[in-house]
């Protein structure tokens, strides 16, 4: 949809909710620099550029972050420009042409009906399009969000239900299929790393700190093997239990930023 200045009409997306009311209308009359580049017939970015300057005078660079907005356009893209509380927006329309004032000033007017009577925003058809629009986006955003957590969740589900003991290897494989970027010696050098391995070259090299056993994560996988000559020798390998995978997997994924380090 595009405008008379034939722009892009776009749609705004305020940073900060507790500025609106239920109905997404804002608590105090205020204008997007874009809502008076439009009733004006001005560029945007000539209105955006004196809103900078009366700000900076008014309350320094400092104060331009309580100020600062973005909309999006029909092609979708984000943009900023600056919400002008009243005095603000008097003080920045202060320089313009009696007939461009009045539409502001009557802009503003409206506002504050709107303000006082939320449920006049019902009866605005732009406004409805812009709250319903909003409320739209966010309700996309969340779906979006749970599409891309939902296969880790089940993952991380299906994980937390193993009562079997796993190879370190193994375990890094399948978290690499699930989306978790590791492979078998990065997460060999990560568990040393964050102590949950023994990184000392020994015997006992990669085999469970005290620490990581005391948690049961890992368990000792012990093997005899008969050599040629008929003496023995017998073999440790770790092993990650069902509670250890589980326990890497949120870690890995977030959900226990706890479980990053235990030393």
């Known amino acids: 949809m595009f405008n008379k200045n034939n722009t892009p009409t776009p749609t705004c997306q305020i940073n900060d909710p507790t500025m609106v009311n239920d109905l997404g209308c804002p608590y105090e009359s205020s204008m997007l620099t874009f809502e008076i580049a439009e009733l004006t017939g001005k560029r945007h970015d000539n209105v955006m550029r004196d809103a900078r300057k009366i700000l900076i005078e008014l309350y320094d660079n400092s104060g331009l972050l309580n100020f600062e907005e973005r909309y999006k356009a029909a092609d979708g893209n984000l943009h900023p420009c600056y919400r002008l509380p009243k005095k603000e927006v008097l003080v920045l329309v202060s320089g313009y042409s009696i007939r461009l004032r ?3 000033i009557t802009r503003l007017e ?20 812009q709250i319903l629009l909003g409320y739209t986006e966010r309700v996309l955003a969340l779906e979006s969000e749970n599409k891309k957590m939902q ?58 700190t005290q620490k990581s ?21 017998i073999t440790k390998t770790s092993k ?15 959900r226990d930023t706890d479980a990053l380090s235990v030393v």
Request: proline share 4%; net charge positive.
């Open 102 to 104: 009045m539409k502001i």
């Open 213 to 233: 056993m005391e948690l049961g994560l890992f368990e000792i996988k012990e093997r005899t093997i008969v050599n040629p000559d008929e003496s023995t020798r």
């Open 110 to 129: 409206e506002l504050e009906k709107k303000t006082r009577d939320p449920m006049a925003a019902l009866n605005d058809p732009a406004t409805m399009r």
């Open 240 to 254: 990650v239990t069902g509670k250890g995978q589980q326990y890497f997997i949120n870690a890995f994924m977030g």
């Open 151 to 208: 296969p880790k969740a089940l993952f991380a589900d299906a994980v937390s239900a193993s009562t079997s003991s796993i190879l370190v290897g193994e375990l890094a494989k399948i978290m690499r299929q699930n989306g978790i970027h590791t492979g078998q010696n990065r997460f060999f050098a990560w568990l040393r790393d964050n102590g949950y391995l023994i990184k000392r070259k020994g015997t006992d090299f990669n085999m469970p």
